[in-house]
């Protein structure tokens, strides 16, 4: 019999949906499963995607231009991105099959076999496909929970920086973590890359769910670093708009979009009826995000007090995206997540929560860490806590936690 490559071997399995055998199987069973697992919200798209798409009108559906569609570049530099103050040009930018493309085309482009990327621990989980891809390894630089993951210090990124280190890769807001890096910290990071001639790839899907008064500060509004900056960005969080697949990458670096350009060119063009959706959520105003992040603040407080009200569980409050990772008085976050799944569901209900581990490097960190996406109406919020609690309860008790 064949067998396959090695290489094929090194791909990790995804965190967010290793378990969703076990969600399928309770569902089909008759169990309401609440999704706390993954970034997929129940908040509507903007009235004008779908209308986009409704009023698109063809007898067949041709290629895009392997940059996505010259209008809705020209929409994005227009309609959103002069409105952050950023200033760029159609050709600066390049869709993409949603962001995790974009993370892969960003690697592919800056990164030689066995170079070095520093990212922040913990981070996004489907990175470390990519960099397997790419045959790239990872640096990391911990983080805590107890102080809510906040920037390291520059001596911990100088003292992991070597000859092979060719960028910092970074999700502002985080995903996991739902830290927000502020101005000040943006810049510092912009001077570590200065300083080292580093490529900064900055991850800003999350950019419209930060929670603070202070605006979000984009890698892009970083001085003197034009040429140093990726930007990574998607709709799919941003107008919820997930299985429209519709991301992009940014550079003010034309040799890095040039080769980009190519990458593009070998998997033809982005999702045409994503474009087209994107282009008519582009007419959603302020008031749009406005509502959402009252929204998300709101389900974020809930949660956040939530969580720290059941015995034993800890988690920071996040200032931004809609995720905060949480210490459970569990040994094995994963066991007690597939548990929840296959044996407890007091009422008919459970919870789907996604183990933390994953989006650890270090060999044994985060074991005791789920992500929780908050990503649900309050309401339904309400009952998947009340069931976390019930069964972190039962589970301690029938393993001899207590």
Known sequence: MPSISIYAELIPQSAIRMLTPFADKAEADGITVYHLNIGAPDIKSPESAPKAVREFQFDHLPYSNSAGTLSLRKALVEKYYAKLGIDITPDEIIVTNGGSEGVHFALMTVCDKDDEVLVMEPFYCNYSTFAALGHLKFVTVPTDIRDGFKLPKAEEFEKRI???????????PSNPTGTLYTKKEM?????????????????EVYREFCYTDAPHFSAMHIPGLEQHVILLDSASKRYNLCGARIGCIISRNHEVMDFVTRLAQARLCPPVLGQV?????????????????????????????????????????????????????????????????TDFHPDGE??????????YKTPGAGMNQVRVAYVLEIPRLQRAMKVLEAGLEEYRKINNLL
């Open 187 to 203: 810049l510092a990071l912009g001077e570590l890359c200065r300083k080292h001639d580093l490529f900064l790839i900055s991850d």
């Open 162 to 172: 070597t000859p092979r280190t060719k960028a910092l890769l970074i999700c502002n």
């Open 277 to 341: 959706a994107t282009y008519g959520a582009l007419e959603a105003d302020e008031s749009y995000f406005a509502a959402v992040r009252r929204e998300y603040k709101a389900r974020r407080d809930f949660t956040i007090a939530a969580l720290n009200n059941i015995p034993g569980v800890y988690t920071p409050t996040p200032m931004g995206a809609f995720y905060t990772l949480a210490e459970l008085p569990v040994p094995d976050a994963q066991a007690f997540c597939k548990w929840m799944l």
């Open 350 to 359: 459970t919870v789907m929560l996604t183990p933390a581990a994953a989006f």
